[in-house]
Nanobody
């Protein structure tokens, strides 16, 4: 079983920064593409805001491009989201998603963490 755990969320003022971290663990796995999703309101769907391939290629949603930076450390099985110039509309729960080979299950699967709350006040 592949497990993900996010950390680094918190309450900040508009214009400030946060760095989210996500650690991937499991008995036998290989992570490929990784992404961060934003869930702004319970009635809305999660949407991807940043993703990074196994080769290190990155892409961003227009709403965060230039403000957020995604990175990964494969030696530590971690993915990060550096968030800058935060705005109230960035408030919500941020989830880490990893597309990983689960050696125990014998197939690739999308794995999710439980999320970390980010609250930005004006």
């Amino acid at each position: 079983q592949v497990r993900l755990e996010e950390s680094g969320g918190g309450a900040v003022q508009a214009g400030e920064s946060l760095k989210l971290s996500c650690v991937v663990s499991g008995r036998s796995f290989r992570a490929t593409d990784m992404a961060w999703y934003h869930h702004r309101r319970p009635e809305q769907q999660r949407r991807a805001v940043a993703w990074i391939t196994v080769d290190g290629e990155t892409n961003y949603a227009n709403s965060v491009r230039g403000r957020f930076t995604i990175s990964r450390d494969d030696d530590k099985n971690m993915v990060f989201l550096q968030m800058g110039s935060l705005q109230p509309e960035d408030t919500g729960i941020y989830y880490c998603k990893v597309h990983a080979w689960d050696g125990d299950a014998g197939h690739y699967e999308d794995c999710w963490g439980l999320g970390t709350q980010v609250t930005v006040s004006s």
